[in-house]
């Protein structure tokens, strides 16, 4: 008798924390269960509308631009490589890293008949909750602004 009655009380504390996390307000079991299917929904949902911010975000643009960030053990590496020649975006890209705060330890730039920017830029506890995602983003939106800026001339 007494492993139903541990596996009745591990099942209503896993209800209660079910309700907690999606922030039920019921009681009831079945309320709870519909209430945190309703959360997951509205998570899914959120991640699809972010990932479609992020995927805009990169194809806005009318230059074909590749950028991408790799995890260091201290920094990042960053690479932006676009066929066409870019002048000014190197200002623009080396802006946004010192918003984040990232300083920059190496860098290769080619700037003649195309742009090739491969940087490592290190984070010297400026900031601390900041990644690659964080990075890329930063560089993704110097890229937009830079391209913005240019489209009006």
């Known amino acids: 008798m007494g492993s139903k009655d541990e596996r009745r009380a591990a099942l209503y504390q896993k209800i209660k ?6 922030q039920s307000q019921s009681v009831h079991k079945t309320s709870i269960v519909v209430d945190a299917a309703k ?3 509205e998570l899914k949902e959120k991640v699809e ?3 479609e ?19 260091l053990n201290k920094g990042f590496r960053i690479n932006v ?3 066409e020649d870019c002048p000014g975006l190197l200002v623009s890209i080396l802006e946004a890293f010192e918003e984040l705060g990232l300083d920059v330890r190496d860098a290769n730039v080619s700037c003649s ?6 940087a490592i830029g290190e984070n ?3 900031v601390e909750d900041i990644d690659a995602q964080v990075v890329k983003r930063a560089v993704l939106k110097a ?5 913005d800026n240019n489209n009006e001339d």
């Open 53 to 71: 911010d992020i995927t805009s975000s990169s194809e806005d643009f009318s230059l074909p631009v590749r950028a991408t960030v790799e995890t």
């Open 124 to 126: 010297e506890g400026h």
């Open 81 to 83: 490589f676009s066929e």
């Open 17 to 22: 924390e079910l309700g907690s996390v999606s």
């Open 143 to 147: 890229i937009k602004n830079w391209s």
């Open 113 to 118: 008949n195309n742009f090739h920017l491969q």
């Open 39 to 41: 959360y997951i929904q």
């Open 49 to 51: 509308k972010l990932h």
